[in-house]
């Protein structure tokens, strides 16, 4: 079939002619011909001599293009500059373009950019038929020649610009307008497509519209351009994707663009036929596994990425191979020469020998066994999926053994002081057993430290959750869901949990050996190992006790269940350990430290849990330290009354019998553990014991300077036991029945806070309404409040203003015989000067009272 052909020739510059098409073959319109013109005209270079020579004139750009017109048809045209017509001195662009319909294809089947070099191209307007120029001449040289040399030295710009060529190639051009490549010769650019017709299928490769030569790439409608030097600057300031491919190397890493390193890698080491290798390869067109699998069996050098991507790729098709390319493959990847191997590339790797184990003989896939090895011994990589023990039988076994084995001793036994994480013990155990190194000394030791690895790494992962409430917290702490039970841990397994998992199922001794430590850190820290067992749960053999951590591991799901009843969760975790206080006490301490953390117990929970067991297994397992928490920390009762010790009555209700509880259990925690028990927390429960007799019987003289020594002696006291032994001191001292002696003592002892406190219990409702309706009570506290005027500095103002305030309402409420009655009281209790200092006090207060009536009924007036 022949083609169309146009010839164009653009205006010279400063001609005010207009381009005009010189000739044009048939079947091309008038329409068609209006798209084609614009791609047709070129301008000349800012640079270009108005008078050119020779040499000149051949050095101006000849543009070649390629571009598919709206109606599906293409034109591929090569331009040429060219001197007037009649020989003037300007010059202009000859254009000649071949016009190829829809779906015909060019001549031979070949890309557009195959007619580059061809013979054919006129450079004036033929007088009659020429050939097309589209069938150049047999074989592939007209594209390929010098490619090879070409992509040597455009390599520093090599893959990105092949990443870009892609993009550009899809079915849909990648949008921001086209690909610039900034080249000083058209020819070069013409190279640039060269390569990518190469390298790109063949789909995509025809999709590339494409011009060599332009001074106006923004405006381009083609998917590739090439411009000069000089006009790099105004196409970069356009926002277009620009390849300075004329300038010095970019800096920089070029593109992440895995295919197209590999290509570019391919170009470098000269063996573009390794493309149509890789695209008999199953995978998508642009996946780098399989051009870097035909790479590395070629012996070309890879990087990192690219080589991740073929072992990769080959472990998802691990039948794709043939036995000769699978072993080139692996030789590739376990070369020693490659030494910036990174741990993606090693975890295809793990994949890798996983898919080929088993499928292919021990002599292929040992050196990657050997490989994987190394790096979890050497590169600490714990991501690394480690072969089976059978990978290292024979030979080559016995070769990493020896290279190893004194690496991994060296390591583990550390000594206490290396505390590795747990991740990293593991895989050594794991790698240790794999290669058949002797561990058995070191054992203990590292098991040790791995039980404590264990707990540490877990509680750091749960500080975030503790910040925020989170945290597996004690029975009763707020940790709970509406329904009472305890709320699940919401994170997942940690890390290397798996690894772990496997190291346990993999070695019995050491299963035994790790549970066996955990079981003797719990009673320390019987919290944390039940987080870690609530988040990983172990395999507890039958045949050890193990009782401490079968007891963490009972503990939440009896919170969860029992709710907040501590003390049906405290005998539920106790029944599972499967011993006795009695014969074990540690016991005592794993559950109290389980359920209540780090919460002291209640009253009622801390006697609960002293008749549980002997004051010896307390004694033994460090409980008896929570119980006297328990008596020092519970709540303080509300102040009872002033003078509820009237008429030889006491209070007895809830808040008292509270608080009596607590004071016997510190009585019985004084004779259990007299010689656990000293400092601050011995005065503070005889501080305790104190107040309970003050309220209830009748302690030994001198009480008032005993609560002022055990306050002292148990400083800093708990603020609602100082303020119980206060309260129930200063009721005794308002009750009718008080001691004048304690009296005595208490007012000149001049203790500020006491007075207080006496001040405040004097006014409440219960004093002020004995005040007024016992007379004999009412006699007493004026005799008192008027007995000590100079006993320090703190009691003089405080009883004036009890007298004023307290007294002197409660005499006025009174009736005439009630008064006579105090005054009678006062005078037989004290003197007859004190029944007239009465009299002169309560006349004083009925003057003002007089007084204030007639003021009153003056401003009436």
């Not at 926002?239 to 290509?263: F, I, M, Q, S």
């Not at 059978?390 to 053994?401: I, L, Q």
């Not at 000594?415 to 058995?440: F, W």
């Not at 037989?828 to 009924?857: E, Q, V, Y």
Request: glycine share 10%; net charge negative; hydrophobic share 45%.
């Amino acid at each position: 079939m022949s083609l169309a052909q146009v010839h164009y020739a653009s205006a010279a510059p400063g001609d005010e002619e207009a381009g005009r098409f010189t000739a044009v073959g048939p079947g091309v319109s008038g329409a068609l011909l209006t798209e084609i013109e614009p791609l047709l005209r070129h301008g000349l270079p800012e640079d270009a001599s108005e008078r050119p020579s020779d040499g000149e004139l051949r050095a101006l750009p000849q543009p070649f293009t390629y571009a598919v017109l709206a109606d599906g048809s293409r034109l591929v045209a090569r331009s040429a500059a060219v001197r007037e017509a009649g020989g003037g001195p300007g010059v202009r662009f000859h254009a000649h373009a071949v016009h190829v319909p829809p779906g015909v294809p060019l001549p031979g089947d070949r890309l557009p950019v195959e007619a580059w070099r061809s013979p054919h191209w006129a450079a004036a307007t033929p007088g009659g038929p020429v050939p097309d120029p589209l069938t150049p001449p047999p074989g592939p040289a007209a594209v390929s020649e010098g490619l090879d040399d070409f992509a040597v030295s455009r390599g520093p710009w090599l893959a990105a610009v092949l990443a870009d060529l892609r993009r550009a190639s899809g079915a849909e051009p990648a949008g921001g307008g086209p690909v610039v490549l900034v080249e000083r010769q058209c020819a070069d650019v013409a190279r640039w497509l060269g390569l990518a017709s190469a390298t790109l299928p063949r789909a995509y490769a025809e999709r590339l519209t494409f011009t060599t030569y332009t001074r106006r790439p923004g405006s381009s409608t083609l998917r590739v351009v090439g411009v000069r030097p000089e006009d790099a600057e105004a196409a970069r300031s356009t926002g277009l994707r620009v390849h300075l491919c004329a300038g010095p190397p970019p800096a920089g890493g070029g593109t992440a663009d895995v295919w197209a390193v590999t290509a570019a890698r391919i170009w470098r080491g000269r063996s573009p036929e390794l493309f149509e290798a890789a695209r008999e390869l199953p995978g998508e067109p642009f996946a780098a596994g399989p051009l870097a699998v035909t790479a590395l069996c070629a012996g070309i050098t890879l990087g990192p990425d690219e080589r991740a991507a073929a072992a990769g790729w080959a472990a998802d098709r691990p039948y794709a191979l043939d036995a000769q390319r699978t072993g080139r493959l692996v030789e590739a990847l376990t070369s020693p020469a490659v030494d910036d191997r990174t741990g993606t590339e090693f975890d295809a790797a793990g994949r890798l020998f996983g898919a080929l184990e088993g499928r292919c003989p021990a002599s292929v896939t040992a050196p990657l066994a050997a490989m994987l090895v190394t790096e979890a011994v050497r590169g600490g990589n714990g991501s690394v999926e480690l072969p089976h023990r059978d990978a290292f039988m024979g030979p080559e076994g016995t070769a990493v053994a020896e290279r190893l084995g004194p690496e991994i001793l060296n390591e583990l036994g550390g000594g206490p002081a290396a505390t590795l994480p747990v991740a990293r013990t593991v895989q050594l155990l794991r790698v240790a057993r794999l290669l058949g190194v002797e561990t058995t000394e070191l054992l203990p030791e590292v098991v040790a430290r791995l039980a404590s690895a264990l707990l540490a790494e877990t509680t750091v992962r749960d500080e975030p959750a503790v910040r925020s409430g989170r945290k597996g917290s004690p029975i009763g702490s707020g940790r709970e869901s509406p329904s009472g039970g305890a709320v699940a841990n919401p994170d997942g397994l940690p890390d290397f949990a798996p690894a772990l998992l496997e190291l346990l199922d993999e070695q019995f001794e050491v299963r035994t050996a790790l549970l066996g430590a955990l079981d003797r850190l719990a009673p320390r820290d019987p919290g944390a190992v039940a987080r870690f067992l609530e988040r990983m749960a172990l395999p507890f053999t039958g045949t050890q006790a193990l009782p401490h951590l079968r007891m963490c591991a009972e503990a939440p799901g009896a919170m969860t269940t029992l709710g907040g009843d501590r003390a049906a969760v405290w005998r539920r975790v106790l029944r599972a350990a499967g011993l006795s206080p009695f014969a074990e006490p540690l016991v005592l301490r794993t559950a109290v430290g389980l359920v209540w953390e780090d919460r002291a117990p209640t009253v009622e929970e801390a006697r609960l849990l002293l008749d549980a067991a002997t004051s010896d297994a307390h004694r033994a397992a460090g409980t008896w330290a929570r119980l006297v928490d328990a008596a020092l920390g519970a709540a303080a009762a509300e102040p009872s009354a002033a003078g509820s010790h009237a008429a030889g009555s006491h209070a007895a209700g809830p808040a008292a019998a509270s608080t009596d509880e607590a004071a016997a259990l510190a009585h019985d925690l004084m004779r259990a553990f007299p010689a656990e028990i000293s400092g601050r927390k011995r005065a503070g429960l005889l501080l305790l014991d104190l107040a309970r007799e003050l309220r209830t019987g009748a302690p030994d003289p001198g009480w008032t300077e005993t609560v002022r020594t055990l306050c002292a002696q148990a400083a800093p006291v708990e603020p609602a036991l100082r303020e119980r032994a206060r309260t129930a001191l200063v009721e005794r001292l308002l009750a009718p029945d008080r001691p004048g002696a304690e009296l005595y003592a208490f007012v000149h002892a001049d203790d500020a806070e006491l007075i207080t406190a006496y001040d405040r219990a004097a006014r409440t409702e219960t004093v002020q309404t004995r005040l007024r309706t016992q007379p004999a009570y009412a006699a007493d506290c004026f005799t008192v409040w008027t007995a000590h005027p100079h006993a320090g500095t703190a009691w003089p103002p405080v009883a004036a203003a009890l007298l004023t305030e307290v007294l002197r309402p409660a005499v006025r409420a009174m009736s005439a015989e009630d008064v006579a009655e105090v005054e009678a009281t006062v005078g037989r209790t004290g003197s007859s000067g004190r029944a007239g200092a009465f009299r002169a006090w309560n006349r004083s207060s009925a003057l003002g009272r007089l007084g204030r009536r007639i003021a009153g009924r003056v401003r009436r007036g």
